[in-house]
Every structure is written in C-alpha cells, then in structure tokens.
C-alpha cells in the first residue's frame, strides 16, 4: 500500500482511541448530533460476495454523524488490493484505498418500520493515470423491527465503466438464545450492466457482452464485548460470480473485529 494511502486510513482508523481518551477527560456531549468512530480489522474485505482486498486482511475505518432529524452521513474507509500478484495480463491499478462518502436520511414509516434513502461516492484516491473507479449510488432500504432489511441500490456509472448497477438485497440478524450471539444473513443479487463492451473475465479472456448478473450469500455469527464487536462470516456466489471475479468469488470464512466509540 502506498505510504499516503495507509498513512489516511491509519488516521481514520485511529479515531475510536482518540475519541475514548477525550471522553476519559471532557466527557459526552449532549445535543442534536452525535458522532462515532470506529476502526476494524478484518481478514478479508467482501463486497456483495467479492473479496475486494485479495482475500487478504484489510484494515478499516469509518467517522458518522447523525442529527436526532434523522440526517447523517460519515466517511468510510478500508485497504483494497484489485489486481492478483499473479495476473501478468493485467496493469497495476494504483488502487490500494477505497473511500466512501455518505449522507442519508432515516426516518420511522410505522411502528417497527424505518424507511432509509442514500447517496454514497465510492473514491478510490491514489490510482494511476488514466485509471478511475469512482462512482455514485444511491442506496434505498426498509427495516423491520430491526431485524430484517430489504435494499435496493442503483448507480448509472458502476466503477466509472458506464455501465448501469442495480442491487437487490434482503439481510436478517436475530438473536440467539446463547452467549449473546446474533445469526446474521444476507442474500443479494446484482446486476452490471456491460453497455455492449466485451466482458473479461479473471483470466483476461472475453465471455461476453451481456449483462454482469450473479446471486451472493452469506452466513455468519457476531457477538459484541461492549465497544467492541466481532464476527465470523461465510460467503458465497454463483457460477456467474466466479466466471468473472475467479477466486475472488470463490466460498470463504472471514473474521472482523470493530472497536466503536461515541465521540
């Protein structure tokens, strides 16, 4: 990773120690807005199914605001890897760091139910010229008593290529009855669409000029330990997924650690 890139993350993800060491001090706030940090650590970042750091651990980060209006928004941040050691085929990216700007409105539609809107800008700073990956999404979904959310997102400019990107998804967490652990799952389908380009897949060769449309899954268990929360998750896809992504899309186990504070 370059030293700017994972001198910004490491900043970013530093928030939650220097926001408890001024809490020891000064104490909470009161008011309107409240601020959180967090840092986390993870042995794989997984992006709807995709592994987006190689399948290698990524370090993250993230700074919200919320107002009690139900406004909020925050930067996110993690280490990324998009080009595999061994893909000669393929230029080197520059890509080493992903972050994600939001703003968003959150809002109760009926007892147990909160409608959500938002617009996030996927930045990946660093990367070499001529190469350019951002892009918007706006991001709508529904939850029920805070336990099962249904998303759809769409972006006309998936990865700046042009191409129209619609997400559909369904995720659940319930609660177990032992050691305070929660069952989390999700399920999603995505569809990219290819603009009439020809698609390669991980291998350099070309499969086609259709849409880019796959399912993906994931399973997992969390549990947290007062500030801090920890989780361990399986993910998969289809076919679809590992014809174009390769191992990237393949069935894994991951952990994260997150470390949240109040600021």
């Given at each position: 990773m370059h030293k700017k890139s994972l001198f910004a993350l490491a900043l970013l993800a530093?928030?939650?120690?220097?926001?408890?060491?001024?809490?020891e001090e000064g104490g909470e706030s009161a008011g309107p807005w409240s601020f959180t940090a967090s840092a986390t650590l993870t042995s794989d970042y997984?992006?709807?199914?995709?592994?987006q750091s190689q399948e290698d651990?990524?370090?993250q980060g993230e700074f919200a605001?919320?107002?009690?209006?139900?406004?909020?928004?925050?930067?996110?941040?993690?280490?990324?890897?998009?080009?595999?050691d061994d893909a000669s085929y393929l230029d080197e990216d520059g890509a080493n760091l992903?972050?994600?700007?939001?703003?968003?409105?959150?809002?109760?539609?009926?007892?147990?139910?909160?409608?959500?809107?938002?617009?996030?800008?996927?930045?990946?700073?660093g990367t070499n010229e001529g190469v350019n990956y951002d892009y918007n999404e706006l991001i709508g979904s529904v939850t029920y008593d805070e336990m099962i959310t249904a998303t759809v997102g769409y972006s006309n400019d998936v990865y700046n290529l042009d191409d129209d990107g619609i997400y559909v998804g369904l995720s659940g967490s319930y609660g177990l009855p032992w050691w305070d652990l929660s069952l989390d799952g999700e399920v999603g389908h995505y569809s990219i669409?290819?603009?009439?380009?020809?698609?390669f897949d991980s291998?350099?060769?070309?499969i086609g000029v259709d849409d880019l449309n796959y399912m993906h899954y994931s399973l997992g268990l969390s549990k947290e330990f007062g500030p801090v929360s920890t989780s361990l998750t399986w993910s998969d896809t289809d076919d679809e997924a590992t014809?174009?992504?390769g191992e990237t899309a393949d069935p894994r186990l991951f952990f994260t650690v997150t470390l949240s504070t109040d600021l």
């Open positions: 530093a928030l939650p120690f220097t926001a408890s060491a001024q809490d997984v992006f709807r199914g995709v592994s651990w990524a370090l605001f919320e107002h009690e209006s139900g406004f909020y928004g925050g930067l996110w941040g993690s280490s990324v890897d998009f080009i595999p992903e972050l994600d700007a939001y703003v968003g409105y959150s809002w109760e539609l009926a007892d147990k139910w909160v409608g959500d809107v938002q617009v996030v800008r996927y930045l990946y700073p669409g290819s603009g009439g380009n020809e698609i291998h350099g060769d070309v014809d174009y992504y």
